[in-house]
């Protein structure tokens, strides 16, 4: 294979200060200094895993981040899938997913994997994902 996983994923916020917060809190994400990156408008790196990160733009007069519409209807990018490093690592985000009150905890089984989902401070949904033992 010729790719090895997500460099990085842009998206649109609403606060990156809380949306940040909400990564380091619950993923051990490191968000990156918030610099300039046009005339209204600032970019932060959240480094999600090694290598991934999620390039967060906030654009003074842009609404999109709080358009939430359901499943296969909120354009290009619908929802995050984020892979655990470890079981525990998924329980560890798993409590605090529920903690942070980011989503339920509920787990899925979808045959190969485990799944949970969530909701970040902008309204993204996010999932967790692990591969069954």
């Keep these: 294979m ?3 996983g997500v ?6 916020s609403n606060d990156v200060g809380k ?10 994400a490191q968000v990156g200094p918030t610099r300039n990156h046009g005339p209204g ?11 991934t990160e999620l390039n967060v733009f906030v654009i003074d007069g842009n609404a ?4 939430q519409t359901p499943m296969w209807g ?4 619908d929802h995050l899938g984020l892979a655990a490093a470890s079981r525990p ?4 985000i798993r409590n605090r997913i529920i903690e942070s009150g980011a989503g339920d905890g509920r787990i899925n089984d979808f045959g190969s994997v485990l ?7 902008d309204g993204l949904e996010g999932e967790v994902l692990i591969p069954k033992e």
Excluded: C
């Design 115 to 121: 799944s949970m989902f969530f909701r970040d401070p």
């Design 19 to 28: 949306l940040g917060e909400f990564y380091r809190k619950v993923f051990d």
């Design 41 to 51: 408008e600032t970019m932060t790196n959240i480094r999600i895993g090694p290598g």
């Design 74 to 77: 909120r354009g290009r990018i």
């Design 64 to 67: 999109e981040a709080r358009r």
């Design 2 to 4: 010729l790719l090895d």
């Design 89 to 92: 690592a998924f329980e560890t």
């Design 7 to 12: 460099n990085h994923i842009a998206i649109i």
